[in-house]
DNA sequence: AATAAGGTTTCATTATTTGGAACAATCCGA
DNA sequence: TCGGATTGTTCCAAATAATGAAACCTTATT
């Protein structure tokens, strides 16, 4: 038996603590100094500073001599492309979510799992043009979103009990399910409806619909969500475009399926 | 003295491994099984199966147990995300992208320097909307396009040997620079003239004009470029278009320079 | 000029990685 | 159904790379 499993834990090997370097860079989202970091991790001065230099030479980070700081570097835009073509549901859905798009009108969102937080891989506003990288890539928390709470619902027992673990509960707003107690419950609900709702819990006057996206065998390929404002429409309102979420969720992973890759 | 260059050589330490094997699994451009990945690396069988299972673990590489096969992991468009906000020009870009997009009516490409490589940050089509990291992420060659040009000719002497070391000289058309001596001869050229064209040297039909984007010091910080094709104009009608060009590529960088993170 | 703070290098110790080879599982043709 | 490939996984002693305390530079600060 082996742990192909994602890793819950931290690190293995020198590989690991790397890339738990490069989460923290990443993280700032701003161009980091040494002390910075090294007040954030745990490894001794030395041992962080041949990491950054290693990341550094491999192009992962890039440092500004000048201002003696790093940042993450273009090697990742480059791998990213990469992922997101093969990995992610995007480019599969991208015609359905155009689609949706269309007959809504509401700003629309394709998220996907990552490490217990929810993972935007494409969005549509309800008007505008859409935004690139600065859109695609983004994360967001999986207890107080729709799309979080419709992957976590369907994700299979022993999976959803480690992913509301690593839920780091924080009241964004009133409405904000803030224990794995209420959150559980809210899960049992969303499996036996279908559909999840975002009900002002992760920003007062935001609301949203969200459907999983499943594989035949069930397994969690991703979620897709129509988010308004209270002041455009309402609960009831987006029960309405129910339909046309869950059809165009089931779309996407038909198109998923059967596209697997020629070869 | 210290290297804090880029790595031209190959891999320090296990991390530059690990690194090389993300590389090999990404230019794929789909799914890989081990034993196609055995075959391009040098690394022993044991080897180069610990390292895909340290970066399954880590969410670099995405295994599909049905499948047996290896593809970029998600937490790469995450920190992908972190990237291209805080180490490219594009965010900043983005407006005068728009607005020459507007003006010109051509397609238009924003990229940086990457290992010797033309990396594409953004984009604005002729007219459709644009394409997220279906586009963004992209990698060119340098030696025979105008972005890779104009960049390399404004490199500094040492780093602009390098560059042109790594270029891998292929005749894409009768019209490519296929061996270092002319690309040389050409980039000169480019200096003294301050813009570079690509005369069909990558594409049958296909032309640009295009400008470096230079900070204050003269470092080369990316390029910009309006491309079209021999059927809807020439390259006198693309020098005609100059004065915006590099206006733009003006205004981006100063925009660069004077932004550079509040703090 | 002296002190402090931030950053870089050294080197003996320690822990991880290495890779040949054995092992298991799966596929294939007869 | 049976060998014989092919492909993927595990072991373990030897080789290598990572570690981190402390010393050492190098800029800012007073």
Redesign the interface.
Known sequence: MN??T??GGHA?????K??DV??L???R???VRFAELLAESDHPKATLYR?L????????L??D?A?QTY??????????????????L??IARPFLDALSEQVGETIHLA?M??GQV?Y??KRNARK??D???E????GPGYCTGVGKAMMAFLPEDDRAKAINMQAFFAHTPRTLTDAEALERELDAIRAEGVSFDREEHEQGIICIAAPILSATGRVMGALSITTSTQRNTLDGLEKLRPALTETATKIAEAAESW??P?
Request: hydrophobic residues 40%.
């Open positions: 742990r192909q994602t890793n293995d090997g020198t590989v690991g790397a890339l490069m989460d860079v990443a993280a989202g701003r161009p990491l230099q290693t990341l550094t030479n491999q192009g992962m890039t440092y001599e201002r940042a993450p570097g273009l090697r990742l835009v480059r791998l990213a492309h990469a992922a997101w073509q093969q990995s992610s995007a480019p996907q990552d490490q993972l891989v494409d043009p859409i690139m990288f600065s695609a890539g983004k994360i697997q890759f070869g």
